[in-house]
């Protein structure tokens, strides 16, 4: 005979113990807390080596500028202070409105991106090349070090006293200027 009487009792414990027995929680957060400290020191470290890099290069296009006898507050306004070099080299101001826009060929993945840092290097080269025969350095290993390390080499032209505007010499250019020449105003 079965007895419908006896009830099974199940014993529901609703209090959770949140702390696992194998996982140390606490190591955990100050582990986490270690990198995130580590972290911020890295990114202080570069953010301060930015700042310097940045007040460099204001010193130095706030110099440069005024060597060739432009009003200096293109050393502050960075597209203002780019307008005024390219006019200082000689270079087609056009360089200044492609570079701006050439991003719209990111809408191509891979090609776009490459076609974008090909039209960058290009750029940047021949920009350096006129800033340093403007200014009297066309050596080849000044012109590398403008382009790798353009705010330390800025500001080297821009303190240096023996360095003196010598007029707009422009870096030969396959698309605005083939010869290297002075564009006629």
């Not at 080299?89 to 060929?105: A, E, F, Q, S, V």
């Not at 705010?151 to 698309?175: E, Q, R, S």
């Amino acid at each position: 005979m079965v007895s419908f009487n006896k009830r099974k009792v199940i014993d529901l414990d609703y209090n959770y113990n949140f702390n696992f027995d194998g996982f140390n929680t606490g190591s955990f957060g100050s582990e986490f807390a270690t990198l995130a400290a580590g972290f911020l020191v890295v990114f202080a470290i570069f953010g301060i080596i930015a700042l310097a890099l940045l007040v460099l290069q204001i010193i130095g296009m706030y110099k440069l500028l005024k060597k060739g006898g432009k009003h200096p507050v293109g050393a502050f306004v960075p597209m203002v202070g780019q307008f005024q070099l390219m006019e200082l080299t000689g270079m087609n101001p056009w360089w200044l409105l492609i570079m701006m826009c050439i991003g719209i060929l990111n809408i191509v993945p891979i090609i776009g991106f490459l076609c974008c840092l090909a039209a960058l290097i290009y750029f940047l080269i021949i920009y350096c090349s006129g800033i340093a025969k403007s200014f009297g350095k066309d050596s080849t290993g000044f012109i590398v070090g403008l382009v790798l390390l353009h705010p330390i080499f800025i500001f080297i032209l821009g303190i240096n006293k023996d360095t003196n505007y010598v007029g707009k010499k422009p870096a030969k250019d396959i698309l605005f200027n083939k010869e290297g020449t002075v564009p006629v105003e």
